[in-house]
């Protein structure tokens, strides 16, 4: 039994199960969209996957609600898949609604919305990324799936017309498309600068997990997928948690062409992200405040050190590394690896993504506050010599790029 096989027997989703027959290579390509209360935008997403698909496509949609929310959110969702079905129906019967959208886009309308098919309390957009990525692993499997590398994107997003067109390398579990938010609001500007400055203070600290973690810019490979069973079962963040697994078995590439526009409108679907960064931003009067840039030098002088075995630490961050368990996984290390590069293997295995967020919120709590940018110009002054040392002259290059519109 291969990988593939062995995922879906063991950890899939049942709704897997439900796949009629369909003729082999139905569809080249398919992408995965969780959409929770959403309104006509979708119909924007499925246009550009329809513009930029070269041949026929599959858009799997999980439209899903919990069942302890309010009745707005029902009806909304309600709502579009009614106006959904509206279309030819090639194959179907609750809860999976095979569509004939556009002459290269089809749609395979996944119900999780309607009462008896609702979601449980704690359930949320993981699981509706998880079940379309399981269903789209099943139909490549199958063989009606012709690709094996499986796209996700969200509703509030736009693809480009050369969304589909990029190296589908087996080599790769992840590609990861570059993102741009819309240029016309402010605040999502200012949050978006937020993003790629945290990246680019990782790129600068030598984090092997330095690269965005945004579900509506992630494609994957469908066996990388099954090796790290899928996207988990959490209300936000399951990007982060998936890119995190993925980035310690396989290859996660940056593409440089094929690219998403993401919108934002208001929404309470998860307790943190786009819409919330936003909404505080707003309420702030257009001020950002970003880690103090120093943060990513003593990050910097903790990866130096593992990546070395030994050296020199700032005395400050010590305290906080030892809460974390840091050198009590070096001394695991070094006592039961044979070599130095498994020693370095297992720690920046150990010390992920998760850690190193951990390591930076702590720095923030009890070493460098965040540092607030304004929306009117420059950045808000802070010494360049802090506590801990000067802050190097590239990391006040990515800082003070914070106040100029991203690439």
């Known amino acids: 039994m291969g990988t593939l096989e ?29 959409i929770h209360a959403e309104g006509t935008n979708v119909l924007d997403l499925l246009d550009s996957l329809a513009r930029a698909s070269r041949s026929k496509n599959l858009a799997i949609l999980v439209i899903n609600g919990r069942r302890d929310q309010d009745e707005a959110v029902h009806r909304t969702n309600h709502d579009l898949i009614q106006q959904l079905k509206n ?11 095979f569509l004939a959208y556009a002459p290269r886009l089809d749609i395979l309308l996944i119900d999780k919305a309607s009462p008896g098919f609702r979601f449980q309390e704690k359930e949320g957009v ?18 009606i799936l012709k690709s094996a590398c499986i796209h996700t994107t969200d509703a509030d997003a736009i693809v480009d017309e050369d969304y589909f067109v990029f190296e589908q390398d087996p080599d790769v579990g992840a590609f990861l498309h570059p993102f741009r938010h819309d240029p016309n609001e402010l605040p999502l500007q200012l949050y978006d600068r937020s993003l790629r400055y945290y990246v680019a203070g990782l790129k600068y600290a030598q984090s092997p997990y330095a690269f965005h973690t945004i579900g509506s810019t992630i494609s994957f490979h469908a066996k990388a997928y099954a090796m790290v069973r899928g996207f988990p079962n959490t209300v936000a963040a399951e990007d982060f948690y998936f ?26 679907r998860v307790p943190f992200g786009t819409g919330v960064a936003v909404t505080k931003i707003k309420k702030a009067s257009n001020e950002l405040k970003v880690y103090h840039p120093m943060s990513f030098e003593l990050l910097r002088s903790w990866l130096t050190f593992c990546s070395e075995l030994g050296g020199a630490l700032p005395e400050a961050i010590t305290p906080i590394l030892e809460r974390m368990g840091a050198f009590q996984a070096l001394a ?9 590069d498994d020693i370095r293997r297992h720690m920046h295995t150990w010390f992920d993504a998760f850690q190193t967020l951990k ?7 009890e070493l460098l ?6 929306s009117q110009g420059s950045p808000a002054l802070f010494s360049h010599h802090s506590p801990y040392g000067p802050v190097p002259a590239p990391l006040l290059h990515i800082f003070s790029s914070l106040t100029h519109n991203p690439d």
């Open 6 to 34: 062995k995922y879906l027997a063991s950890y899939a989703e049942r709704e897997t199960c439900l796949v009629p027959p369909l003729p082999p290579h139905t569809w080249d390509e398919a992408v995965v969209v969780p």
């Open 87 to 97: 279309y030819p129906v090639i194959q179907g019967s609750n809860p999976l609604w």
């Open 126 to 143: 993981g699981l509706a990324r998880k079940i379309g990525s399981d269903l789209a692993v099943q139909l490549y499997l199958k063989g």
């Open 243 to 268: 890119l995190n697994k993925m980035a310690k078995v396989a290859k996660i590439k940056e593409l440089s062409e094929a690219g998403v526009l993401l919108t934002h409108r208001p929404s309470n």
């Open 332 to 340: 695991i290390a070094r006592a039961t690896r044979r070599t130095c």
């Open 359 to 365: 390591f930076i919120h702590a720095v923030r709590d």
């Open 369 to 374: 506050p965040l540092v607030p940018i304004s």
